[in-house]
């Protein structure tokens, strides 16, 4: 019986080997499937991962200010439903100026801090 050297690696003594193209293979589908694609996974991950817990910071750390921006859609594009988008880039149209242009995330940093605003105001 031929086996190429991949099957080959994996043979031990007295351990079933894979048959060829046409032949009938002696290794049984659950041990055939561990083989094909359960070897990284045996190898990355051979225990379960450890419980997750939350880190505890300091509580000095509350009192340095924020003076970043703080990214809203870190994995990708911020999407607004059309509802709240036409309004939105309609008021925006009509209040740009070419003297004072203002970009599009410029006017709705402006409208989310009127919004903000009111938010504290009700608090």
């Known amino acids: 019986m031929q086996t190429t050297g991949v099957v080959d690696a994996y043979m031990h003594a007295g351990q079933p080997r894979f ?3 046409g032949e009938a293979s002696m290794v ?21 991962a450890p419980p997750a817990a939350s880190p505890e910071l ?10 970043r921006p703080v990214t809203v859609a870190p994995a990708g594009p911020f999407s607004l439903p ?3 988008y ?6 925006y149209l009509t209040h740009n100026h ?13 409208q989310l801090r009127i ?9």
Not at 28 to 48: I, V
Not at 86 to 91: A, F, G, I, K, N
Request: aromatic share 12%.
């Open 82 to 84: 059309m509802d709240v």
């Open 115 to 123: 919004c903000a605003r009111a938010l504290l105001e009700e608090a």
């Open 19 to 21: 048959g060829s193209a």
């Open 28 to 48: 049984c589908d659950h041990d055939y499937a561990a083989f094909c694609g359960g070897n990284a996974e045996r190898l990355f991950f051979p225990t379960p």
């Open 58 to 67: 300091p509580d000095w750390l509350c009192l340095f200010p924020i003076t």
């Open 98 to 110: 070419p003297d004072a242009p203002l970009s599009f995330e410029g006017y709705l940093v402006r």
């Open 86 to 91: 036409e309004p939105l880039l309609s008021d």
